[in-house]
């Protein structure tokens, strides 16, 4: 009897995927890098939150109870303990270290929202850092204002020179007060028989209007082209009203746009 062959066909055995490790470590920080959980199976990082630092390695500490606790060790916890914030101060649109170094400028030319914090903002320009600049149409930044760039246009620059303050009304109300004058009910001091057309004269240190806005701006720039002979740069230089309707004003015989004048 012949015999046939048979090819008997093996079962192969299963092959199961090795299930990736949950496990992570967390790595400190070289110069300049954030402390990361490293996926094993991804290669992906994710920096502890809250700009924490390592609690061990495999995780990332969840509470701030000192410096120490921070990624960074010269930031400092955050009134809740739940994150690490800057150890600093804002100055005239620039975060300054406790020791007085600058960290950096405010992002976008914003100024200081408070004593340790950058605008975020702009809603006004006075939440800028440079006065003469005014928010941007998405308030996402700070931008140089009209009259600065029509000036640009003419080749002219505004003038750096500021006045020096001999006194501030705070100053002059001390000074009074110290002289034995009393403000009246709305704190004005007022000269009583100083003239003899039957009218008193006063001083109200908390009178802002745009007479006196008119008259400050006007003796300002009267000034700096006496100290500077720069007309067209005084007048670009000239600080900026922040709610008052958009007027004009001149750089010397040349008008310039609609802007906010001072």
Known sequence: ???IPVRVKRKQPAVFAKQPSARTACS??????????NARTTGASQACAGDLGCADGVSCKTHCSSPSDCRDPTTKCSPDGNSCIPDATCRAGALYHGDGTKISDCPSNMGCSGATTCQTLCTARTDCADTLATCSADGQACVADHVTEVAATLGVAPTSWKPEVQRTRAD????LVAS?????????????GMTSVGLDLAFDPNLYDPTTGLRSCATRINVCFERTSQLDACVAGAPRCVSSPLGR???????V?????C
């Not at 002059?172 to 000074?175: G, L, N």
């Not at 004003?249 to 008008?255: F, M, N, P, Q, R």
């Open 257 to 261: 746009a609609p802007i906010h004048a």
């Open 1 to 3: 009897m012949d015999h």
């Open 180 to 192: 034995g004058l009393t403000p009246d009910e709305k704190g004005r001091f007022v000269f009583e």
């Open 28 to 37: 400190r920080p070289s110069l300049n890098a954030l402390p990361t959980l």
């Open 172 to 175: 002059i109300v001390a000074s």
């Open 249 to 255: 004003t001149t750089l010397a015989a040349k008008t």
